[in-house]
Every structure is written in structure tokens, then in C-alpha cells.
């Protein structure tokens, strides 16, 4: 029981490669670095929280974008198929809320997709 910093996102320089800083029962609590355009996935069994720490995320829907502010959230209900990306090369900190037995891209195998969360 101490307390974390999100400052551990000084730790690792990878993008779109979580990290992780805590578990909650069938919960994790990620850090991670975004630049650029991800991979559109979905999640069929789970839902996913981001949390804006540092810049702004464009989480892309087939029918919309929703910008996500600086100290924003936002869920991505299991089944929505959505794809984060960030503009103009910008480097977006975020912290994330997910179940762990979630795969990172879904069903979709990509290179960006990650097998292992580091603890850190």
C-alpha cells in the first residue's frame, strides 16, 4: 500500500506499449505513450477507460471523433469497434483502466500489438 506516481511514464520512452502500475482485483491500472494512429480494434467482453494525463487524444469511432482534453476521460464500451490516434506528432500520455485478461488489439493481430505489460 504506497502510493504511485504517474511520473513513472519517465521511466519508458515506447509508444503504444502499456505499462503496468497496479492491479485491482480483475483490474489494471496502464501507462502509456501515443503518437500517431493505433490499430482499429474492438473488445468484445471489455470495456476500456482512458484517462488523459499530458496532450490530446482523438478516439476514433466509425461514425465520429471525440477529442479528449488534458485531465478527460473516456470509456469505450466493450463491442465499439474504435481506433486512438494523436495529431500533428504530438506525444500523449495516458493512463488506462482495463481488465486484465483484455488483449490489447482485440482480435486484430498487428505489429503495434503487445502480448506483455511490463510492470513498472
Known amino acids: 500500500m504506497n502510493a504511485i506516481s504517474i511520473k513513472k511514464l519517465s521511466i519508458f520512452s515506447e509508444k503504444w506499449h502499456p505499462h503496468q502500475i497496479a492491479v485491482i482485483d480483475d483490474m489494471q491500472v496502464l501507462l502509456a505513450k501515443l ?4 490499430v482499429w480494434h474492438s473488445h468484445d467482453d471489455e470495456d476500456e477507460l482512458f484517462q ?9 469511432f466509425r461514425d465520429r471523433t471525440e477529442v479528449v482534453n488534458e485531465g478527460e476521460i473516456i470509456v ?3 463491442g465499439v469497434e474504435h481506433n486512438p490516434c494523436t495529431k500533428n506528432n504530438e506525444e500523449v500520455h495516458v493512463l ?25
Open 76 to 78: 469505450v464500451p466493450k
Open 52 to 60: 488523459v494525463v499530458k496532450g490530446t487524444l482523438y478516439m476514433q
Open 35 to 38: 503518437q500517431g494512429e493505433f
Open 96 to 120: 488506462l483502466f482495463e481488465k486484465r485478461s483484455i488483449a490489447h488489439t482485440g482480435n486484430v493481430q498487428h505489429e503495434k500489438t503487445q502480448t506483455h505489460y511490463p510492470r513498472i
